[in-house]
C-alpha cells in the first residue's frame, strides 16, 4: 500500500512511525513532512494547506490511502476532496471539522445536546463584550472563535487583562479573522485531562489518556505553548471518570453530530477538566494532539493502519483496539525563546540508539546533516512499566541529544507523579 501523511510536525512522524509496523504498507508519503520525517518517508514539498495540489499528487502517485492530520486541512475540507477522487482517508469530513474551527458552534452544540462545559457567551461586537466582562467574576476565560496554531486562549485575571485581550482579537486582529468573533466563558478549575478516541461515527474507543504542559516555563509559568510535554496515562482519570465521559460527554457529542449532518470519522480530541462538579469539556480538537500523539501512539499495542482503516469503513466495532499498560513520557526540546523569537539552523545530534524513540517536529536537513528550524525541535519519549521510570528515563535520553539553543522543562510528569503519591 502507498499511504500519504498530510502535515510536517512531531504528531505526523509518531504517526508516520506507527504505519510503518503494518507489513502492507511499502511507501509512505509525507506532504510536506520535515527534515527528521524523511528517514522515515519520502517528503515532498507541498504545504499541508495546498488542498489542490494534495490531491493532485495523490491521484497521480496513485494513493491508496490518505491521512490527514493537522486542523487547517482537515478545517479546508482536504479529506472530502481526496474522498472526490475515491482516495479513502483518515480524517472528518469538512463539515464535522467545525468542531475544531469554530468554537462558537462546539459551545453551541453542547449547551443544545447538554454535554457539560463552561457556561460562556459568544460576541462578534467589541464593545458588547467589554460590557459583559463588567459583569463577570475574574479570572474568566477569553477564546477567538477559529483555528489560532493552539494559542487563541487567553486567561485574563482581572477586568483590565480582559479588555486588553478582547481588543487584542477583535480590533488588533492578532489571530486574523479567526477574531471576528470570541466566546468568553468562565474559568474552570481542576486537573485537565487530554482523551483521544477513535470513532466511526457510531462506535467510540478512547485511547490512553494524557497529560499535556501547555506553559513554556517550569512550574507552568511563562506563556501558552503548543505544548511542551506528556506524560500517559493521566492519574487524574480514574475508571469512575471514564465512564462518565463515555456516558454523558464521548458518546453524546458523536450523536450530536449525527444529529446535525455532521457525522464525526476519525480521531476526536477531547480536552477535558475534572472539575468539583465532574468533568467538563473545555475544548474539542477534530484531529490527534500534538504532543499527546507522541505519548499515546507508542502505547498502542494494535495495529493503528487496521484501526485507521476500521474508522473510515465504519466497522470499528468488530476491531480490537489494544493499549500497553505502561506508561510514557514525552520531553519536547525547543528553541530557547519558542514561543516567541528564535534562531534557527543549529545542527541536531541524536545518537543512533535514540532514533526510534525521537519525533521530530521542526528541522530541516543540508547535506545530510539535520538542523533545526521551528520552535518545537525535538519530542523525545519513553515508555516504560511505570510513570517514574518513563520521566526518568525521557530526561536521561534528552541529556544525550545537542544543538544549540536547547530549551526544555525541567518538570515534565512532576504534577502527574505527585496525584499518584496523593492517591496512595
Known sequence: MKILVIGGGGREHAVIKALKNNKTVEKIYALPGNGGISADAECVAIGAKDIQKIVQFAVENKIDYAVVTPDDPLVLGAVDALNEKGIP?????????????????????????????????????EQKAIDYLKTQKFPIVIKADGLALGKGVIIAKDYDEAVDAVKSMMSDKVFGASGDNVVIEEFLVGPEVSVLAFTDGKTVVPMVSS???????????????????????????????????????????????????????GCLYFGLMITQNGPKVIEYNCRFGDPETQ??????????????????????????????????????????????????????????????????????????????????????????????????????????????????????????????????
Request: charged share 25%; aromatic share 8%.
Open 89 to 125: 482517508c483518515f480524517g472528518p469530513s469538512k463539515s464535522a471539522a467545525i468542531i475544531e474551527g469554530s468554537k462558537a458552534f462546539s459551545k453551541d452544540l453542547m449547551k443544545k445536546y447538554g454535554i457539560p462545559t463552561a457556561t460562556y457567551e459568544i460576541f462578534n461586537d
Open 211 to 265: 497529560m499535556d504542559h501547555k506553559r513554556a516555563k517550569d512550574n507552568d509559568e511563562g506563556l501558552n505553548t503548543g505544548g511542551m510535554g506528556t506524560v500517559a496515562p493521566n492519574p487524574y482519570y480514574t475508571e469512575d471518570i471514564a465512564k462518565v465521559c463515555m456516558e454523558k460527554i464521548f458518546l453524546p457529542t458523536v450523536n450530536a453530530m449525527n444529529s446535525e449532518g455532521r457525522t464525526f470519522k
Open 295 to 424: 505519548v499515546v501512539l507508542p502505547l498502542l499495542e494494535s495495529d493503528l493502519l487496521t484501526v485507521m482503516q476500521a474508522v473510515t469503513n465504519e466497522t470499528l466495532s468488530e476491531v480490537e483496539v489494544k493499549f500497553s499498560q505502561k506508561s510514557a513520557c514525552c520531553v519536547i526540546m525547543a528553541s530557547d525563546g519558542y514561543p516567541k523569537s528564535y534562531g534557527k539552523g543549529y545542527q541536531i545530534d541524536i545518537p543512533e540508539h535514540l532514533t526510534s524513540s525521537v519525533f521530530v517536529a521542526g528541522a530541516t536537513k543540508k547535506d545530510g546533516k539535520l538542523l533545526t528550524s521551528g520552535g518545537r525541535v525535538l519530542g523525545v519519549t519513553a515508555v516504560e512499566d511505570d510513570l517514574q521510570t518513563a520521566v526518568k528515563r525521557a530526561y536521561e535520553k534528552v541529556e544525550q541529544i545537542t544543538f544549540e539553543n536547547a530549551y526544555y522543562r525541567k518538570d515534565i510528569g512532576q504534577r502527574a507523579l505527585k496525584a499518584l503519591t496523593e492517591d496512595k
